[in-house]
């Protein structure tokens, strides 16, 4: 990635910190030290199935999604995540248990990468950074929790509308498949609700 990309993706990380505790311009020197950078493309995979969670990231650009495979083999999209968000697969990466799901690009997309390694020696040097992250998840599952429960109990085209209005950052970005497989709609019913509504 560009240094002035990498200087625009560290403040905008920072920013969003701010936001939970502010943190002092020594600290983050401190931090930055701690973090990488990387640039993805759409379908690669940052956590894969089966794997131990060892990276969290943190979107600047783009959107990464939560996918699991059902029985027939089909991908399953749980959850997406755009800018200003942290992703992982948590339970995998607190507990160092295996997987049930993958992390991939669902566009192109850059990110800030917390290793395992690396975050566990920011801590020891920084130790407020863990209650600061637990918190940000803390409240990222609050979200996902009320987010699906907006979608529950309504009918495909309801769910759609409902999905454009109020994550439009994502529907605009992400393939109709992927949408599709989130909102639990086929692909052809997705195309036929779209065409109906425009």
């Known amino acids: 990635m560009l240094q002035e990309d990498s200087n625009n993706n560290l403040e905008q990380f920072f920013n969003y910190l701010d936001v939970f505790q502010k943190i002092t311009f020594e ?21 894969q199935h089966n794997k131990i969670a060892d990276q969290i990231f943190f979107v600047c650009k783009g959107v990464l999604k939560i996918v699991s495979i059902n029985d027939k083999g089909n991908d399953n999209i749980h959850f997406f995540f755009s800018e200003n968000h942290f992703c992982t697969i948590l339970k995998s990466f607190t507990e160092k248990i295996l997987s049930n799901d993958s992390v991939i690009a669902a ?16 801590i020891e ?18 979200n996902k929790v009320e987010l699906r429960n907006f979608y529950l109990g309504t009918d495909a085209t309801s769910r759609y509308q409902k999905f454009i209005e109020r994550q439009p950052e994502i529907a605009s970005r992400v393939s109709q498949t992927d949408i599709a497989s989130y909102l639990g709609i086929a692909k052809q019913s997705l195309s036929r609700i779209k065409k109906n509504a425009f």
Do not use: S
């Open 27 to 47: 600290d983050k020197n401190t931090i930055e030290q701690y973090l990488e950078y990387k640039t993805v493309k759409e379908g690669e995979v940052l956590i």
């Open 107 to 122: 566009c192109d997309a850059e990110v800030i990468v917390l290793q395992r390694n690396k975050l566990d020696a920011l």
């Open 125 to 142: 040097h920084l130790p407020y950074f863990k209650t600061m992250l637990d918190t940000i998840f803390q409240n990222a599952l609050l």
